[in-house]
């Protein structure tokens, strides 16, 4: 399936991923009024990670075995029949935070709110994912490999 | 250091309605001019390290960042410009040579803005470049004196001169030289990438051919300079052809220096020189005192790769720039490339760059009819360097003369180069030149070779529109074709070097 | 029910059921499919049983799969009747109402059963075990018709502090009574029970660790408390007895021997047992531990998962992916401090080198066991996002002496991870956890 990767040698730390993820994943959508009302319960599902100058974005492989999936106590965390997408269904997630000890990526997070987990979901069928769209230097892609 | 009396050049404004702290610029700024403060939650701004680059102002997503000039004026005065007023502040402090990246920023003449071209009308009637074949490629080499046709045994015609060899170029664009070391690897690899693209050429400069970028020497020009940095036979014979470089626009007759903290492990193995240690080009070539000093290294580069690479000179446009050009030609060489006074560096004293030099287009002219009065125009081409902005700067400067253009300020700007002119400080935010890992990674070489490739075609493009307007249908045409220029508010003298009318007659 | 014969009988219906029911369906898509489950539900998460008192999940989002479950898989569900015996040799299941079923692939799936101490007065009124729904709809209707204002849980292990959860958040006051010097002692250590207990305390918990409940206090026929070892009484109206399960072998035992029992079912990495067509997967079976080699019963979720679907897929006859052992680990938030202990944890094997990163305020108490080079435990109290890292670690037992410096501290990432494996990892082919 298509997947988000990462081209490290070209990731310049900014953030912009992040800081767009949690605009795609606001109530508004509108930057300045996300983050000043939603900054606080919303968990970008893109990550930056930094060693030196190394920098990487990184968010949930969605994969093949995943292992998320089989801890999942609630079916919460599901697979997508049409896109493969891992998803989380907020509703259902009870917060056991299951998925967060198993999954290898590290890329399931508790949500602000410690409510329910959190994780990227490929823009919800979007054509594109907007931390694919906005990085300012095509150091995230989405592609099958 | 602290400079008491040199204020900052820059303001940087923060809209306060905008902000949302996300510390982008934080992240980006080479020059720390901005911070967070973890206490406050609050991002901001310190202008006084401001070069003006745009990179925080790019990159904010909200838009939240102005970047205007400071607004402390010094009292009105045409003479003691606030420039020289600072520079006299900055060399008080520190006394030293103050430098500068970058072309001449200064307002001498352009006389590219002074020439206006010409159209087809009811006579000679326009083509549409859409719909018609419109020849850009050029060939740069010598071009032999007469052509001789044989007919052969077969009875068919063939040609019986031996043609030197030529680069073959899709459009009359090339990028000029840019040392590996004075741009990062990766603008280094978008130039090369972006030149086999193309088909044209891009220059090494002179710091020699990492062998990364090998596999496009075919459509890369080495330089052999002062430094002889990475010559050696097979540097000569992969690339398509060889370039002395005696000048440069930006800095006539002063060396090049590289300092020792930029000679990385890659670099020193590209230059073949010890890591760590300056890179040194002197002034001089110093076993070049003559032209027929030039001569012979012409001729040993030609024995070197068995005449088959033209050999380029490179000269940077000075007040006998003529009579240069002609030595050059009768040395051997097969390309003679001019840099004008605008032309860009990686670093150069800023006195001498600001006021050393002539402009391109009157160099070029003088060359191009010198070249003609001499009857040895024919046996090279030209290459006019040094600023050239747009198509419509390219298509004079054929019309001028030029064989071909070499471009860098201009490519640099397809990257992203804002003109902070700060490449000396080694803190490109764009990632163009610097060495700097944090800032190299910023281009993103198939990015940026999207973006040269994109501009040449914008460009070539425009120049077929203007051809087509002219009512000619190749370069060919327009080479040399000074009929096809008019001057606007230029002097008789001017116009008579140029060798234009005025506009109206 | 009457007699019938099936291809595939599973005995259970729940998660090892469910997923060798799902992995047989990837292969065979026809053959006749019957599971058999003692319970009369649908089928559902046992874990949410706690969530389901809280009244935090409700009916609906206890069902696990969808109700059109059994009949998207072709599958004959029979519920509510109990597998009695075993007959390897004839290949047949009895069930408790006399019902024969024949199979030529068997699977137990049976799951665990409440281990109840020899406590005086267990059978009182009042007195639970909490292992299932209908254990959670008792201990719930007994709550509100009997209007309990305290009660007492016989351990504190991780049903035992779940059950504490769910009663306080139906505003019961809670003693927790633990034989072990500290709370949820299998999971954690000292330090990282002390913050648990301080987090149940928090919440109006009285926690008493080194206790043994001896009786339960009758009066009236109901539970009026319980008396502790030393004569200490702690009154309450309602008990619940949460001192660990057992794998639910008697099925198996039935089969006279020819089905291989230890603590739990005997299994290879096919969940084969010794008898042959007969599998077993979950809580029921002692299959091989990852870290130590040794077959162990580990009764955790996705273990169960995992061994469930390998089970299927060997019943149906499709190629198995290698198994690498079952890991043991937990996550268990105790009123909102979360707590993730993963395999070597709590007791750390000698001569392993401990990492240890703290933070008083929000606690954070973070841990990670190395032996030769290799994570085999990491426990994370407080800051647990990005767990899984370690868990991967684990599991792929890559040499991490390279970047041992970097494991607790905050930037720890992908990014830290060895080259080879993190590309493993960012080619999203997932690893088995
Ligand atoms: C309150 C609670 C909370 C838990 N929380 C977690 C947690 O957070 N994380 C975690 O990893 N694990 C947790 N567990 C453990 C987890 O629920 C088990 O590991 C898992 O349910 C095991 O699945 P299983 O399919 O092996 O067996 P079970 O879920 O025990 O299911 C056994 C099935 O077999 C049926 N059955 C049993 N005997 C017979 C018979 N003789 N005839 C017919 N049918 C029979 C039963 O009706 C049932 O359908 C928790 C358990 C409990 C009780
Ligand atoms: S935290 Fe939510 S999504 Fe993750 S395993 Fe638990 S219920 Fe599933
Ligand atoms: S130097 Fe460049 S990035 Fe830094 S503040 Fe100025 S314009 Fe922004």
């Known amino acids: ?145 | 250091m602290r400079r008491w009396l040199v204020q900052p050049e820059f303001k940087v404004e923060r809209d306060p309605a905008r902000c949302i702290q996300c510390q982008v610029c934080v992240r980006q700024c080479a020059n720390d001019v901005h911070s967070y403060d973890e206490d406050d939650e609050l991002v901001s701004s310190d202008g006084a390290s401001c070069v003006g680059c745009h990179r925080c102002a790019t990159l904010c997503p909200t838009g939240a960042i102005a970047i205007g000039r400071s607004q402390l004026d010094f009292k009105p005065n045409a003479n003691w410009t606030p420039e020289n007023i600072r520079n006299v502040y900055k060399q008080a402090e520190g006394g030293g040579v103050l430098l500068s990246s970058m072309g001449n920023d200064k307002p001498w003449r352009v006389y590219w803005d002074h020439l206006l071209l010409n159209a087809a009308q009811v006579t000679n009637p326009s083509i549409d470049p859409l719909r018609e074949p419109m020849e850009l490629v050029t060939y740069l080499g010598r071009k032999p004196d007469q052509v001789r046709v044989e007919r052969g045994p077969d009875g068919k015609a063939k040609l019986a001169t031996e043609i030197a060899p030529q680069l073959k170029l899709r459009t009359p664009i090339m990028f000029s030289a840019m040392s590996y070391g004075s741009i990062s690897y990766n603008a280094s690899r978008a130039l090369a990438q972006a030149a086999a693209e193309a088909g044209t050429f891009a220059n090494t400069g002179e710091g020699g051919l990492h062998t990364d970028f090998r596999p496009y020497a075919s459509n890369m020009i080495v330089q052999v300079a002062s430094g002889r940095f990475g010559v050696d036979p097979d540097y000569l014979n992969i690339a398509a052809a060889v370039e002395i470089k005696i000048g440069q626009g930006a800095k006539p007759g002063i060396g090049g220096h590289l300092p020792g903290e930029k000679v990385d492990a890659a670099i020193s193995r590209t230059r073949m020189i010890p890591q760590g240690t300056d890179a040194i080009s002197p002034a001089p070539h110093h076993d070049i005192y003559s032209i027929e000093d030039l001569l012979q290294l012409i001729c040993a580069i030609k024995e070197a790769t068995g005449h088959r690479k033209p050999v380029s000179v490179k000269i940077a446009a000075v007040h006998n720039v003529s009579a240069v050009a002609s030595g050059a030609v009768r040395a051997g060489a097969d390309i003679v490339a001019i840099d004008g006074l605008r032309g860009g560096t990686g670093a150069a004293p800023t006195t001498i760059r600001d006021n050393v030099g002539i402009p391109i287009e009157l160099a070029l002219a003088a060359v191009d009819s010198r070249l003609r009065e001499e009857g040895i125009r024919n046996r090279a081409s030209l290459v006019a360097a040094g600023s050239f902005r747009s198509a419509a700067d390219v298509a004079k400067a054929i019309a001028l003369g030029a064989d071909a253009v070499y471009i860098g300020t201009a490519a640099a700007v397809a990257m992203g180069c804002h003109l902070c002119q700060r490449c000396y400080t080694g803190k490109c935010n764009w990632g163009i030149a610097t060495q700097d890992p944090f800032l190299t990674k910023r281009l993103n070489p198939d990015v940026a070779t999207r973006r040269l490739t994109n501009l040449l075609r914008g460009w070539s493009l425009e120049i077929k529109e203007m051809l087509g307007g002219m009512g000619v249908n190749a370069i060919e045409s327009l080479r040399g074709n000074r009929e096809h220029l008019r001057a606007v508010g230029l002097s008789d003298r001017e116009m008579a070097i140029l060798g234009v009318k005025p506009a109206g007659e | 029910m009457k007699n019938d014969s099936t291809k595939y009988l599973v005995i259970g219906n729940s998660v090892a059921a469910v997923a060798a029911v799902e992995a047989i369906r990837e292969t065979d898509a026809a053959g006749s499919i019957v599971m058999v489950s003692r319970e009369p539900k649908h089928v559902y998460s046992r874990p949410l049983i706690s969530y389901w008192l809280a009244g935090k999940v409700d009916d609906g989002r206890m069902d696990w799969r969808p109700r059109s479950f059994y009949e998207d898989l072709k599958v004959k569900a029979v519920l509510g009747a109990e597998a009695v015996k075993l007959d390897t040799s004839k290949h047949v299941v009895e069930l408790a109402d006399g019902g024969r079923i024949g199979y030529e692939k068997l699977l137990i799936a049976t799951g665990g059963t409440p281990i109840v101490p020899k406590i005086s007065g267990r059978e009182t009124a009042g007195v639970f075990t909490f292992t299932e729904w209908a254990d959670a709809e008792r201990v719930g209707s007994f709550i509100a018709e009997r209007k309990v204002a305290r009660a007492v849980v016989v351990g504190a292990g991780m049903i035992g502090v779940k059950a504490v959860e769910a009663l306080a958040a139906r505003g019961v006051r809670v003693t927790v009574v633990e034989l072990a010097p500290r709370v949820l002692a299998a999971a954690l250590d000292e330090r990282a029970a002390k913050l648990a207990e301080a987090a149940m305390v928090n919440a109006g918990v009285e926690v008493r660790c080194g206790a043994e409940v001896e009786a339960v206090v009758a009066r009236e026929g109901r539970a009026a408390g319980v008396r502790l070892k030393g004569g200490a009484e702690v009154p309450c109206e309602l008990v619940i007895v949460a001192v660990g399960v057992v794998p639910s072998v008697a099925l198996a035992r039935s089969a006279g021997g020819a089905v291989e029992v230890d603590r739990g079912i005997l299994v290879d990495d096919a969940m084969r047992t010794s008898a042959p067509d007969v599998y077993a997967a979950g809580d029921v079976a002692q299959g091989r531990e990852a870290l130590s080699g040794t077959k162990r019963a580990i009764p955790i979720w996705p273990g169960a998962f995992r061994q469930g679907r390998i089970a299927g897929l060997a019943m149906a006859g499709a190629k198995v992916a290698n198994y690498d052992g079952a890991l043991v680990m937990n996550s268990v938030s105790v009123f909102g401090l979360a707590t993730i202990s993963v395999g070597t944890a709590a007791v750390a094997p000698a001569g392993a080198e401990v990492l240890v990163s703290e933070r008083a305020e929000p606690p954070s108490y973070r841990k990670v066991v190395i032996q030769d080079g290799r994570v085999v435990g990491a426990m994370l109290v407080g800051d647990i996002d990005r767990a899984g890292l370690f868990t991967g670690l684990i599991r792929s037992g890559t040499d991490v002496s390279a970047v041992k410096d970097l494991l607790l501290t905050e930037q720890f990432g992908v990014l830290s991870l060895p080259a080879e494996y993190r590309k493993h990892v960012v080619s999203g082919a997932g690893i088995e956890v």
Not at chain 1, 73 to 92: F, N, Q, S
Not at chain 1, 110 to 119: E, L, N, T
């Open chain 1, 1 to 145: 399936m298509k997947r988000i990767y990462a081209r490290e040698e070209f990731c310049l730390g900014c953030r912009l991923c992040e800081i767009q993820c949690l605009v795609r994943h606001s109530k508004s959508k509108k930057i300045i009024k996300a983050f000043r009302q939603e900054r606080d319960q919303i968990t970008p599902g893109v990550m930056v990670e930094s060693a030196g100058h190394v920098t990487f974005a990184m968010q949930c492989r969605h994969c093949d075995s995943a292992p998320c999936l089989e801890a999942c106590i609630t079916g919460a965390m599901h697979r997508d029949p049409k896109t493969g997408a891992v998803l989380c269904d907020a509703d259902r997630c009870v917060g056991c935070w299951m998925c967060v000890m198993t999954c290898p990526a590290g890329a399931v997070r508790r949500g602000k709110d410690q409510k329910a987990a959190s994780k990227c979901d490929l823009c919800a069928g979007d054509k594109t994912p907007v931390c694919v769209l906005n990085c300012p230097n095509e150091a995230i892609v989405y592609e099958e490999r």
